[in-house]
């Protein structure tokens, strides 16, 4: 497809894409108790976002503590928690590009949902901390498998284990945090999670959320939303309604940018059809914290497996369109095509 030079230009915005080193991860290893969790962190390293816009900050600047101290932590910088284009396109990759590679199970059926102020934590750069500790934590409890409750009593018997009623399963997510005037400052997960325990994962989160906090937390911290599909066609369709919630702060695009010679060009917002803008509220945390995705379907993993999107290759219409579950499945079937043929040969 032939692209306007102003796509290209815009795309050429987005490449190359930052790198993910294997060495900023903690390694996690699986306990056979889940109280044994370690406290491991997931963080994403993507320094080279857009700039924010700084306009009217200075008005919220009394509402947080300055350090002064000479040997104290630098502060992060006060900033808009408005979304830049870049980071919504990364969040649409990781979507499509998990089901493109991993097929249904990476349909995300759950979206949670954690007030940070519910658990006593003002600091955004805390708050995004503990977020990392909590999502290491479910990627490490759906690897275990789901267990029954344990009796107390019988907790203290250590030749006891809890008898699994589910297999495990990989992990998958993507995740935008905002500040509003309604929640505070919050987050959105989209997770993959089986629909069927979602009641079980809420009520896991909860006491999660709560013992990482060190605080009892209210009926309000984490609210999980299963989806409601019955089938994969709106298992699909039910998690893009989730993306284009979770991108609403997307910031204010100055010029149109997206499209082909075929039709003019539109804003990203218009592209992806995105929920109406809400006002947003500043924010302090590092570059990159606002977003981000599960380790296996960022942009390193894309790249290995020489997946483009429809945002960078300018192919518009097929955003939504639920191909990823198509070519996965083409895939398969070429792949057990390669395999009778090489037994043929042998």
Known sequence: MIMDDRVEKRLEDFAPWAEERDEDYAACWVDDRLEDYADCVVEERDEDYAPRDEERLEDYAADFVQESDKGAPEVPKLKWSALSDREVVRLYDALSFAVWQFGPSAIMSVHIIIA??????????QARHLLGQYLNRCQKWARVGFTTPLDRRRRRRRSLRQPR???????LYVFANENSGVRGFHSHVLANVPQRLGPDFETWSQQTLEKLAKHPGTAETVKVVVSPAKNEHDAVKQQWRWFKYICKQLELEPEPGWGNLAEPPQRLRDVLKLRPERSVLPVR???????????????KAQRAAGFV???????????????ELEEYRTRLQEEERQKLLSTLHT
């Open 116 to 125: 940070w102020e519910t658990l006593g934590l003002t600091d955004h750069t």
């Open 309 to 323: 999107s429809e945002l960078t290759s300018g192919d518009l219409t097929r955003i939504y369109d639920g191909h």
């Open 165 to 171: 009623y589910g297999d495990g399963f990989a992990y």
């Open 285 to 299: 945390l590092p570059e990159g914290q606002l977003t981000g995705a599960g380790r296996d379907i960022r942009g």
